[in-house]
């Protein structure tokens, strides 16, 4: 019996010898033809062999994610040509979220008998944190997916994609509560340097990617401005790292 197989992850010649391997090492596997165009796998077995089986196999290298092919996979939306809409319509939902952000932790300011600095970016980390985990978290395949084409803890390890707007959710709470906020701010500065490294790195390469910074609900361009909100971050917390240091 043969059956077709879909499987996210590779990328290269060496991805599909490295599952074809794989498979064919499991007890009932007759052949295995791997490629990187759909379907990626031609999998002829003695028995019937589950897709769970099959993915059991690749648990050594998490990014391979391998399902019938006839049932949907994660899907990374195609990048529309930055050139085909202006800036404001190409921009206009991560402009607006930084803008309700930003209102609302002005407000809050300004509600109060005197303007805090130091408060007013905490709210604002707390904010950022809170809405953009919620944007990743409305479709978490996708988002892993998308993020695992660039970032460079997301190409190693695709796990770190389901997990990272878990991360960021918490970080969103952590500065809401005001809990711990030394080590709350190392742990930012940690995390999103290391994302800020895969977008310079795009960035470089000139690679025309989607941004999975807010999830798979908008199709945004990997740009300046990705980067821009990582190392923004960066240096909030760190403005904080010394203010509770000292």
Same mark, same amino acid.
Not at 90 to 100: A, E, M, N, R, W
Not at 151 to 179: C, M, Q
Not at 202 to 224: D, E
């Given at each position: 019996?043969?059956?077709?197989? /879909?499987?996210?992850?590779?990328?290269?010649?060496?991805?599909?010898?490295?599952?074809?391997?794989?498979?064919? !090492?499991?007890?009932?596997?007759?052949?295995?033809?791997?490629?990187?165009?759909?379907? *990626?796998?031609?999998?002829?077995?003695?028995?019937?062999?589950?897709? $769970?089986?099959? /993915?059991?196999?690749?648990?050594?290298?998490?990014?391979? /994610?391998?399902?019938? #092919?006839?049932?949907?996979?994660? @899907?990374? @939306?195609?990048?529309?040509?930055?050139? *085909?809409?202006?800036?404001?319509?190409? #921009?206009?939902?991560?402009?607006?979220?930084?803008?309700?952000?930003?209102?609302?932790?002005?407000?809050?300011?300004?509600?109060?008998?005197?303007?805090?600095?130091?408060?007013?970016?905490?709210?604002?980390?707390?904010?950022?944190?809170?809405?953009?985990?919620?944007?990743?978290?409305?479709?978490?395949?996708?988002? !892993? !997916? $998308? #993020?695992?084409?660039?970032?460079?803890?997301?190409?190693?390890?695709?796990?770190?994609?389901?997990? #990272?707007?878990?991360?960021?959710?918490?970080?969103?709470?952590?500065?809401?509560?005001?809990? @711990?906020?030394?080590?709350?701010?190392?742990?930012?500065?940690?995390?999103?340097?290391?994302?800020?490294?895969?977008?310079? /790195?795009?960035?470089?390469?000139?690679?025309?990617?989607?941004?999975?910074?807010?999830?798979?609900?908008?199709?945004?361009?990997?740009?300046?401005?990705?980067?821009?909100?990582?190392?923004?971050?960066?240096?909030?917390?760190?403005?904080?790292?010394?203010?509770?240091?000292?």
């Amino acid at each position: 019996m043969t059956h077709e197989y /879909q499987i996210t992850g590779m990328t290269c010649a060496n991805c599909v010898d490295t599952v074809k391997n794989l498979i064919e !090492a499991i007890p009932g596997i007759k052949s295995a033809k791997v490629q990187l165009n759909s379907p *990626q796998a031609t999998i002829e077995m003695e028995k019937h062999i589950t897709t $769970s089986e099959l /993915q059991n196999a690749l648990k050594s290298h998490p990014k391979y /994610q391998i399902t019938d #092919y006839n049932k949907p996979k994660p @899907q990374i @939306q195609p990048l529309e040509e930055e050139d *085909q809409r202006g800036f404001w319509e190409t #921009y206009k939902p991560i402009l607006l979220v930084f803008g309700y952000i930003l209102g609302a932790t002005i407000m809050i300011e300004i509600s109060t008998a005197s303007f805090d600095f130091m408060r007013w970016m905490r709210h604002f980390m707390a904010g950022f944190f809170l809405v953009f985990s919620f944007f990743k978290l409305l479709d978490l395949p996708s988002f !892993a !997916a $998308s #993020y695992s084409s660039y970032d460079v803890l997301a190409k190693r390890w695709f796990g770190w994609g389901y997990i #990272y707007p878990f991360v960021e959710l918490g970080l969103g709470i952590l500065y809401l509560l005001n809990y @711990q906020m030394f080590i709350t701010n190392i742990i930012t500065v940690l995390v999103m340097g290391i994302s800020s490294i895969g977008v310079f /790195q795009s960035l470089l390469a000139k690679r025309k990617i989607r941004c999975a910074c807010l999830g798979a609900v908008f199709n945004l361009p990997m740009s300046t401005i990705t980067l821009i909100e990582d190392l923004l971050m960066v240096l909030m917390a760190g403005g904080m790292i010394v203010y509770y240091g000292l």
